[in-house]
């Protein structure tokens, strides 16, 4: 049996506990070129990081993240930390010589992002290999989505739609958690929605976004403080952004991110229309892709619903009998599954860090658009988005 490959994780929570579910099927379900070992889960708290790594199925656990640079048992190194915490992690890893995955967004800011993009550029010749977590691009209708809009199935694309709605914010004695603090999130729905539909229109369409005009707005100025003393404190980042862009030359769009859509818990929506058809995908029905095509008889025009459950669809042969459904945690197996496959074969994972730089600048933009209500042109990184 070839060398495992030894995981490290930072973080056990929401994504953590995603992130463990992907690396405890991975092996179980597809045929890897080297097996995955979970071997170690880091957190700040001794007894909170024991008890996750129980109940998540890591080997061991450290309160002390910066012990995994060192153990010669660990191969990668998983992000799931707040914001705050990425380029630190990443960039350390990376010189230790360590593959890593870092969730979304990259950073907190662009210039955070730049040093992780440099120092994976740095140990890449090493044979070092670094990914960014847009789980989203791992759901087999996006993924066929992406295919059909290559093949020109839709023609020139001509619109794009994207918005992503929850509701976990509306009640205002919801706590000040980590989420809604610039200075350890970096951004509110922009980044931790908006961040998503950016990655997946730009994976999609194979165009970047070239400029941006934005508002933003913050519904619930202060929010009760999650611990003792009691009290309240200020809310520092958006709760719900809106802007228009410019795809490449030719293609507008317009984005909608907010986590104050009374009644919707997690309504990712994309929508692509071209002079030849349209699609759309929409994550409550995940295992559904809407198809219309121009170019079907008259009298047979529509949408059509198409079940992306065959063999034939991407990622689907490793699962269940046609018709039988997926969800939301085998995105993170499917991620898992391609980074094992493109470290085993030293080949570039996708996205790279310089596709999150991509992104990165997006958000920059939007936020400097909503502080001076113009248009901003957004920059570009030297790499192209990538599938």
Request: proline content about 5%.
């Amino acid at each position: 049996m070839s060398q495992p490959l030894r995981v490290g994780m930072v973080g056990y929570a929401f994504m953590g506990a995603a992130h463990s579910q992907a690396w405890r099927t991975v092996n179980h379900v597809y045929d890897l070129p080297v097996p995955v070992r979970m071997q170690v889960v880091a957190g700040r708290s001794a007894a909170a990081v024991a008890a996750a790594a129980d109940r998540l199925g890591w080997a061991g656990h450290t309160d002390d993240w910066r012990t995994l640079l060192t153990r010669g048992d660990v191969d990668l190194i998983d992000i799931c930390a707040p914001g705050d915490a990425h380029a630190e992690i990443a960039i350390a890893a990376l010189a230790a010589g360590k593959h890593v995955l870092c969730e979304k967004p990259l950073a907190n800011s662009v210039a955070e992002a730049r040093e992780m993009v440099a120092a994976a550029s740095a140990a890449h010749d090493s044979g070092v290999r670094a990914m960014c977590g847009f789980n989203y691009r791992r759901v087999p209708a996006v993924a066929l989505m992406r295919r059909m809009v290559t093949e020109g199935r839709l023609g020139t694309i001509r619109h794009v739609r994207a918005s992503y709605l929850q509701d976990w914010l509306v009640d205002p004695s919801y706590p000040l958690v980590w989420r809604l603090r610039r200075e350890v999130a970096g951004s509110g729905a922009l980044g931790d929605l908006g961040a998503h539909i950016i990655d997946l229109t730009q994976f999609v369409t194979d165009l970047s976004i070239s400029a941006v005009c934005a508002l933003t707005e913050t519904f619930v100025k202060s929010r009760p403080l999650p611990s003792s003393p009691p009290g309240t404190g200020e809310v520092t980042v958006d709760d719900a952004v809106l802007f228009l862009a410019r795809l490449g030359d030719g293609v507008v769009a317009s984005y909608e991110a907010t986590r104050f859509a009374t009644g919707r818990k997690n309504g990712l929506r994309v929508e692509i229309n071209g002079s030849l058809g349209a699609l759309v995908f929409d994550f409550e029905r995940m295992n559904e892709l809407s198809f219309h095509s121009t170019e079907a008889p008259a009298d047979e025009q529509g949408f059509t619903r198409v079940l992306v459950t065959e063999p034939t669809h991407p990622y689907m042969s490793a699962w269940w009998p046609p018709g039988h459904l997926i969800g939301y945690e085998h995105t993170f197996t499917h991620q898992a599954y391609d980074l094992v496959q493109a470290i085993a074969a030293g080949s570039d994972p996708a996205p790279s860090f310089a596709d999150a730089l991509q992104v990165q600048l997006v958000l920059d933009a939007v936020s400097r658009s909503a502080e001076t209500s113009s248009w901003i042109t957004v920059e570009r990184s030297s790499a192209e988005p990538s599938g």
